[in-house]
């Protein structure tokens, strides 16, 4: 039979913000203000019975709620210089979240070391927290009660001027979360990063993550009509289950290498190139056998996220000619994306007249003309 999915959602929001800036006696500066978001949203969302991913089934879902909320936060952040070369970064958040009526305080602390004119140790430490989304919070009352995810961050880095106009950046850091969502019934889905939030019972706060990685950016700022920036991450990103089990998160891709600039010989011509890669990120694999069964893909719930795509990468390539008139500019341009046309794996699907897996692919390669006008 057909399964429709009805989803009508809107959400709209009106933000403020306002910011002060002292300089108090000394070298010593302090900021301080507010910031508030007005929200409206309306969902008449029908999810109907059927099985999830991993093949259980699923009573059916409907999420029908108007809300109007507010978000409100304060923040304080004092720079003392107690020395030339050292500067300390205190600062305090405050927010509150009229939809679940609740606060939370978020304490940060950086600091800044210079050696040297050229070579600096730069640290910060901090709490941060974030509101749920609300899709989310509206399935059930009971979703209100669940505490908002909190993650304390911890960064150190060293930075260096290699020239006057290139500047190398080396950092390491490590971020904690708490009170991620989790369903106790699919105890080895995080949630947050699933696509849908209607597929699942209920909820409780207890999910953890951890982040941690090694970054290493070198920019070149535009001299000798050159500039460009190459950067390179090595991380992990893992999260706990309701089972106790740490998993690899979908975002997982343990690498990442860019390396991006350009060459503009004068005001009217410019070349630009930008090259990307990322380690695979990991999937769930299928079970063949029960996709067989059931005629569609049907995952394997004992091997979440244990198995990664293939890696990607991928070249863009930008030519610009520019035309300089007395109120405007025009902007002619050509690329190519995916340059060298290569097969990025976009997601596999289950091909049920076949019987097997197949792939489907990402953009190959992709010539864009294209005309830009400024005034």
């Known amino acids: ?23 108090l006696p000394g070298r010593h500066t302090m900021d301080f203000g ?7 949203t309306d969902y008449d969302n029908m999810y109907p019975g059927l099985t999830n991913a991993i093949g259980d089934s699923m009573a059916p879902v409907i999420i029908a709620d108007k809300t109007a909320a507010d978000k409100v936060g304060a923040f304080l952040r004092l720079t003392v210089k107690p020395m030339l ?44 927290h974030q509101n749920l989304p609300l899709l989310l919070l509206a399935r059930t009352p009971e979703d209100i009660e669940l505490n908002d995810p909190r993650a304390v961050h911890y960064i150190l880095g060293i930075e260096h001027l290699l020239t006057d106009d290139t500047r190398m950046t080396i950092e390491i850091y490590q971020k904690e979360y708490q009170h991620f969502p989790l369903d106790p019934a699919q105890p080895g889905l995080f949630i947050i990063d699933e696509d849908q939030f209607a597929r699942y019972g209920m909820l409780t706060d207890q999910g953890e993550a951890l982040s941690r990685g090694l970054e290493v950016t070198l920019q070149k700022k535009l001299a000798r009509n050159i500039y460009g920036l190459a950067s390179a991450s090595l991380f992990r ?11 690899d998160r979908k975002y ?22 930008r090259w990307i890669y990322a380690g695979g990120p990991p999937y769930t694999p299928m079970d063949p056998a029960a996709s067989r069964q059931q005629h569609r893909m049907v995952l394997d ?30 902007i002619i341009y050509l690329s190519a994306w995916n340059a060298y046309d290569h097969r990025n794996v976009a997601t596999y699907y289950w091909n049920d007249e076949e019987q097997k897996r197949e792939v489907i692919y990402q953009w190959r390669l992709l010539p864009i003309f294209g005309v830009e006008y400024e005034f």
């Not at 039979?1 to 300089?23: D, L, P, T, V």
């Not at 507010?34 to 409206?40: V, Y």
């Not at 205190?90 to 004119?117: I, Q």
């Not at 999260?239 to 998993?247: L, N, T």
Request: net charge positive; proline share 2%.
């Open 1 to 23: 039979g057909i399964h429709a999915i009805r989803n009508h959602s809107r959400e709209q929001s009106i933000k403020f913000r306002n910011r002060n800036h002292f300089r």
């Open 34 to 40: 507010l910031d508030a978001k007005h929200l409206l």
């Open 85 to 128: 070369r050292l500067q300390f970064t205190l600062g305090l958040r405050a927010d509150y979240f009229s939809f679940n009526e609740k606060t939370t305080f978020s304490p940060r602390v950086a600091f800044s070391y210079k050696f040297t004119d050229r070579t600096s140790l730069n640290g910060s430490g901090g709490i941060y």
């Open 237 to 247: 990103s893992r999260y706990k289950g309701a089972d106790g089990i740490w998993r």
């Open 252 to 273: 997982d891709n343990q690498v990442m290498l860019s390396a991006e600039g350009g060459y503009k010989p004068n005001e009217r011509w410019e070349v630009s190139i």
């Open 301 to 330: 719930e004992t091997r979440i996220n244990e198995a990664r795509y293939p890696d990607y990468h991928s070249m863009n390539i930008r030519c610009d000619r520019r035309f300089h008139f007395r109120h405007s500019n025009l």
